[in-house]
């Protein structure tokens, strides 16, 4: 399960998380490591949403108070979707879901066993940042191979 910040404008017309540029990267980066939205298989699929299901007025970053009061939704998403992994990407859905407040460059590609949910739980960079930041996609390679190894431990 791939956890985002909230809908920028293209997700928000839409109705759909992740559907313009960063979601266009966030598909590739996906489908290096053999997953994809879209694939019916359970085994290779992919379920992606956000931490705020809105676009914050004049698409600004959730607060924290915002992110925390809609959580228990997320966690009861997380429930329902079942995922053997959660991938957060962004300080948003990472401070959010770990309660914390250090930022996503010290957070990344470091599992944590989520506690509310018992799931591990690996940052990364949200691919919005990695298209202002191209030099940075290295360390979400990283991330992603380690996803893919964990999956593959599991099966």
Request: no cysteine; charged share 25%; proline share 9%.
């Amino acid at each position: 399960m791939v956890i985002g910040e909230a809908p920028g404008q293209e997700e928000d017309r839409q109705g759909k998380p992740f559907v313009g540029r960063a979601g266009q990267l966030l598909d590739r980066m996906l489908a290096a490591i053999g997953i994809s939205r879209t694939e019916t298989d359970p085994a290779k699929a992919a379920y992606i949403t956000n931490i705020l299901p809105w676009r914050p007025v004049g698409n600004r970053t959730p607060t924290p108070e915002e992110a925390a009061l809609f959580l228990p939704f997320v966690l009861r998403h997380i429930a329902l979707a079942k995922p053997r992994i959660v991938l957060t990407m962004g300080n948003t859905p990472t401070k959010a879901m770990l309660d914390s407040t250090t930022g996503i460059r010290r957070m990344r590609g470091r599992w944590t066993d989520h506690a509310a949910t018992g799931l591990p739980l690996l940052p990364t960079f949200h691919p919005a940042y990695l298209l202002r930041q191209p030099a940075e996609k290295k360390f979400a390679w990283q991330d992603l191979i380690q996803v893919r190894k964990a999956l593959d431990g599991m099966e």
